[in-house]
């Protein structure tokens, strides 16, 4: 499994930034796999945690407690991605959000100032690390940009398209928390657009 892991780690890099397999070696070298079973968090708001993130497998998704001590879905993170960085998701060391695994979840785990010397010494990583914050970036504003200009069913098929399948494998509850809508509007938009 462990070639496995740098071969799903090198493709993670590379939807980024060109990065070789040295790189991908490099910084899985100083990691550390964790598995985690469906429904675990992964980490907690308002909580310290100090590393860094790539899914290599699974789905999960970031959210918040309300006031009501409901949960809010903020993202969905799906198959190889990097986890949102550690300095652009925490305040004092401190997590802005939960993640949860939706499916059993497989992460690399670094140490974010492990990672900041890796960054710092290695130019093509410190590139890599810098197109992670401009592609969460535009993620985010395009996320804003559709909740604040589209109704809800152009929110709904906006996932469909951003999220293939996902319908079919994680909670809708949880997909209804995602797009803002109460889950009895996202079983009436659904049914609505299966009669189209």
């Known amino acids: ?112 100032g492990i990672f900041r010397e890796i960054s710092d010494q290695n130019l093509p990583i410190k590139m890599f690390g810098r197109a992670v914050v401009e592609k969460e970036f535009i993620r985010n504003l395009n996320f804003e940009v559709l909740f604040r200009s589209h109704n809800a069913k152009e929110r709904l098929i906006y996932f469909r398209k951003n999220y293939p399948l996902l319908e079919n494998i994680i909670p809708h509850t949880i997909i209804a928390s995602f797009l803002g809508i109460t889950p009895v509007s996202f079983s009436r938009l659904r049914n609505e657009l299966v009669k189209k």
């Open 1 to 112: 499994m462990h070639n496995d892991y740098i071969i799903i780690l090198n493709r993670i890099l590379n939807t980024y930034s060109p990065l070789g397999q040295t790189d991908a070696e490099l910084i899985f070298n100083n990691g550390s796999i964790e598995v985690v079973r469906k429904d675990d968090i992964i980490f907690h708001e308002k909580k310290i945690n100090a590393f860094e993130y790539f899914q290599l497998i699974g789905v999960s998704h970031r959210f918040n407690v309300d006031t009501d001590m409901q949960t809010v879905t903020t993202g969905i993170y799906q198959n190889e991605i990097v986890i949102t960085p550690h300095f652009t998701r925490t305040t004092n060391d401190k997590s802005i959000f939960s993640l949860q695994a939706l499916t059993e979840c497989h992460y690399l785990k670094i140490p974010a």
